[in-house]
T-cell receptor, first 113, second 115 residues
């Protein structure tokens, strides 16, 4: 079955440590996205990538980094510079630039103490 | 610039009653509009979408929404609520072109269904 996988489902880290969240898709989609979800705030875009080896900052990119070395993979690193990293992180993909319909992974809940 | 406003962060209905979740948008270009549903600790699932054409859009699980340009609205409805409809619902807008498929989400509306 085609879809998006995110791992792990739950992640715990100590403050000051970088952590990388995995996102893999086998939908052959060109575009991929990372969102952060906090209670009562909807989803906010962190980074997005429209094609391999290219990505753009979203609305809240500070303290995060990404890479897009392969079409199917778009890992997100939450760095120690992110002031409030505890959140639910969602990865999504879409066919490409002109197709706005996005498909979402199951999410990773990150807790930093 | 685009934005989405969902009226009511919590909506409660009785099982079998009409479900109405309100969404208003702002967009300087023709919009694409979406409704997504999210169950606890899960990702988002697309319920329905409006791109062009017919303004009344039917989605999964008996939901539908009507695009009303004059009112800049895209309200979600279902004639008869089921217990399994309890979830959080997000309205989203995207520009029809030249925006990299970026979605702007509303704050979400949590739907409770009482037996």
């Amino acid at each position: 079955d085609g879809g998006i996988t995110q791992s792990p489902k739950y992640l715990f880290r100590k403050e000051g440590q970088n952590v990388t969240l995995s996102c893999e898709q086998n939908l052959n989609h060109d575009a991929m996205y990372w969102y952060r979800q906090d209670p009562g705030q909807g989803l906010r875009l962190i980074y997005y990538s429209q094609i391999v080896n290219d990505f753009q900052k979203g609305d809240i990119a500070e303290g995060y980094s990404v890479s897009r070395e392969k079409k199917e993979s778009f890992p997100l690193t939450v760095t120690s510079a992110q002031k409030n990293p505890t959140a639910f992180y969602l990865c999504a993909s879409s066919i490409g630039l002109l197709s706005a319909e996005q498909y979402f992974g199951p999410g990773t809940r990150l807790t930093v103490t | 610039a685009q934005s989405v406003t969902q009226l009511g962060s919590h909506v409660s209905v009785s099982e079998g009653a009409l479900v109405l979740l309100r969404c208003n948008y702002s967009s300087s270009v023709p919009p694409y509009l979406f409704w997504y549903v999210q169950y606890p600790n899960q990702g988002l699932q697309l319920l329905l979408k409006y791109t062009t054409g017919a303004t009344l859009v039917k989605g999964i699980n008996g939901f539908e929404a009507e695009f009303k340009k004059s009112e800049t609205s895209f309200h979600l409805t279902k004639p008869s609520a089921h217990m399994s409809d309890a979830a959080e619902y997000f309205c989203a807008v995207s520009a029809a072109y030249n925006q990299g498929g970026k979605l702007i989400f509303g704050q979400g509306t949590e739907l409770s269904v009482k037996p």
